[in-house]
């Protein structure tokens, strides 16, 4: 089982930029898919997780941000709007895999550079 994220690139200042990830492999079931990202000579940070009971965003990208999920999850978007250069970071997915009756993972994808410019 694998994460694959996409999406990432370079963007001015106000546009737009839209997230994939994706979860392939044998799969009995995705409890959550998380987008975090980091910023050079920052921590980590949680920016919008998805569930089966909803949705949930971190302070600095709600309202601007909007994650959704297809497929049972399979496939998880963040659709980023109005982006700052304070968004520039390498994001990741993670994503909490059953691959059989509890048998659970906590996945990783290799993260995609969102550079934006001023």
């Known amino acids: 089982v694998q994460v694959v994220e996409s999406g990432g690139g370079l963007v001015q200042a106000g546009g737009s930029l839209k997230l994939s990830c994706t979860v392939s492999?044998?799969?009995?079931?995705?409890?959550?898919v998380r987008w975090y990202r980091q910023a050079p000579g920052k921590e980590r940070e949680l920016v919008a997780s998805?569930?089966?009971?909803?949705?949930v965003y971190g302070n600095s990208v709600r309202g601007r941000f909007t994650i959704s999920g297809e497929n049972a999850m399979i496939t998880v978007y963040l659709q980023m709007t109005r982006l700052t250069p304070e968004d520039t970071a390498v994001y990741y997915c993670n994503a909490n895999v059953a691959t059989g009756i509890a048998q659970w993972y906590d996945l990783w994808g290799q993260g995609t550079q969102v550079t934006v410019s001023s």
């Open positions: 998805i569930t089966g009971d909803g949705v």
């Open positions: 492999g044998s799969i009995y079931s995705i409890y959550s």
